[in-house]
């Protein structure tokens, strides 16, 4: 329970961090060379796992759904505060019931009212202070492609039960490939007409401390906690914990940032946690049901 707070203390102050370096990287850039700096720690793992065809193709479905949640993310908290950015990343709790539903499995109905509660608290938190922009509209659909993520990892991970590290891996590897390839038209422009001791002196001034940050803490860290946590901490407490990461983005917005929020805003925050409170009760309960179902069949 202690290392899934310190992961949800490292993925609050994740929103902080892109703020604070947006203005020496680009979107691309900052998400190659974090992916990049999280791959390396998983590089033995991915190595064995890219020799699992089964296991490359799932990796590669995965890490393509993570790509487009990141991207966004880092796009839309260009045109955001990182606390909104926060509170909105929230939505990935009710994008994963809704969409179990959606596939035709039972959904209760408090989970329908949570998703009404979310979206009246996102409308009153982006229009309580700056209003709604952009940027909360990218952050909104980062959340949901997050969702999506985790609501195909509950296929895919079943399918692989003992190699979760290695997928893990791979998907962190397919993610830099990606995010580099992207990235690649950035680094012709920057590296054309250059010679290479201006090229080193452009990378020695880069926010490396941070981006060393995001890679190794907010990504392959966070990653490690939440694959040894779930060992011994069910599922449904876990993500009672990982409620706590907006308030943490709050936190440091607040401190570091020194972003303020006028009291509508404050309301739609407390909406959206509430609702995500509730959205993961009900998903637990709809675990139960299908446990209970198949036990009945066998």
């Known amino acids: 329970m202690i290392a899934l707070n310190v992961g949800a203390v490292l993925f ?17 850039s900052l998400s190659a060379l974090r992916f990049l700096i999280a791959a390396v720690c998983f590089s033995p793992l991915a190595v064995k796992g890219l020799q699992k065809a089964k296991l490359r193709t799932a990796a590669l479905e995965l890490g393509f759904w993570l790509f487009g949640g990141y991207t966004a993310q880092a796009l839309g908290l260009e045109y955001t505060t990182a606390a909104k950015g926060a509170f909105t990343g929230t939505f990935t709790v009710i994008a994963v019931p809704l969409l179990v539903g959606f596939s035709g499995r039972k959904v209760p109905a408090t989970t329908w009212a949570a998703a009404v509660v979310a979206l009246a608290g996102v409308g009153l938190l982006t229009t309580g202070g700056s209003g709604f922009t952009w940027g909360d509209a990218l952050c909104i659909g980062s959340a949901v492609l997050f969702g999506v993520h985790k609501f195909r990892t509950e296929t895919v991970t079943a399918q692989f039960k003992d190699d979760t590290q290695q997928l893990v891996a791979v998907q962190l590897l397919v993610l830099a490939v990606i995010s580099s390839i992207v990235c690649l038209p950035e680094l012709v422009d920057v590296v054309h007409g250059r010679s290479p001791g201006e090229v080193l002196e452009l990378a020695s001034e880069l926010p490396w401390l941070a981006l060393a940050f995001m890679g190794l803490g907010t990504t392959a860290l966070t990653l490690w906690i939440e694959m040894s946590a779930l060992k011994q901490i069910s599922a449904p407490l876990a993500a009672l914990i990982y409620t706590s990461e907006p308030l943490w983005g709050a936190l440091f917005a607040w401190v570091v940032l020194d972003e303020r929020w006028g009291s509508t805003g404050w309301v739609g925050a407390f909406l959206i946690v509430a609702s995500s409170l509730a959205a993961q009760l009900s998903g637990q309960d709809v675990k139960a049901e299908d446990l209970s179902l198949s036990n009945k069949d066998s």
Do not use: A, F, W
């Open 12 to 28: 609050g102050s994740n929103q902080v961090v892109i703020k604070s370096v947006e203005h020496d990287l680009s979107p691309n």
